[in-house]
């Protein structure tokens, strides 16, 4: 099992530089994001044409504070419009994309 297979395992890997190299993409933008790179975590989310990767593309743009591109990329992903704290809502998308 991969050391990056859980919540608490990822988020400890959050002062490193770069994040660790078995991060599936999806995983890797949700890292980039915690990171505080908005724009890198975007660049690789808007490259993949997935319900999941709509599904974080929806929780940037709600992290950027645009509730209308959120809400198109939360119906691209067959998904509520996210209502929770940001912190939360990242926890429930990258311990899901943790299980793929």
């Known amino acids: ?4 297979k859980s919540i608490e395992a990822l988020r400890a890997t959050l002062g490193n530089d770069h994040p ?5 993409p999806l995983v890797e933008a949700m890292w980039w ?3 505080g790179d908005w724009k890198r975590a975007h660049e690789i989310a808007q490259d993949i044409d997935t319900r999941d990767a709509a599904w ?5 743009h709600r992290r950027e504070g645009d509730d209308w591109n959120a809400g198109y990329w939360y119906r691209q992903a067959g998904r509520p419009h996210a209502q929770i704290p940001m912190d ?3 926890r429930e ?3 899901e994309l943790l299980t793929h």
């Open 93 to 95: 998308i990258t311990a």
């Open 56 to 60: 974080v593309h929806a929780y940037l």
């Open 1 to 4: 099992m991969s050391e990056t």
């Open 88 to 90: 939360e809502e990242w």
């Open 33 to 35: 994001e915690a990171k």
């Open 20 to 24: 660790p190299s078995e991060l599936a």
